[in-house]
Nanobody
Framework: QVQLVESGGGLVQAGGSLRLSCAAS????????FGWYRQAPGKQRELVAT???????SYADSVKGRFTISRDNAKNTGYLQMNSLKPEDTAVYYC?????????WGQGTQVTVSS
């Protein structure tokens, strides 16, 4: 089975930056496309960034130009660099496969942006 562990979240002021990490076990990041998702209280989970097998990336309009997704295959770890953070970015962030079937969801990491 594949286990996903997200880390790197925290409390940051608007305009600040955070770097999230996603450690995977039981598989390799290079074997499948993956993405970062987020879920705010009372809202449904949304996809914010994708990294395809060939290295192509894409972003939701709400984060384009501010977030950067990457991976380190040797470390079996994915990353999300978040710059120019806004209060609207406040959510629990998760990583997972991009295409179905998805893996079991990890605990996520909380990102809170103060105004």
């Amino acid at each position: 089975q594949v286990q996903l562990v997200e880390s790197g979240g925290g409390l940051v002021q608007a305009g600040g930056s955070l770097r999230l990490s996603c450690a995977a076990s039981g598989s390799t990041f290079s074997s499948r496309s993956f993405g970062w998702y987020r879920q705010a209280p009372g809202k449904q989970r949304e996809l914010v960034a994708t990294f395809e097998r060939g290295g192509n990336t894409s972003y939701a309009d709400s984060v384009k130009g501010r977030f950067t997704i990457s991976r380190d295959n040797a470390k079996n770890t994915g990353y999300l660099q978040m710059n120019s953070l806004k209060p609207e970015d406040t959510a629990v962030y998760y990583c997972n496969a991009l295409l179905y079937p998805l893996y079991s969801w990890g605990q996520g990491t909380q990102v809170t942006v103060s105004s």
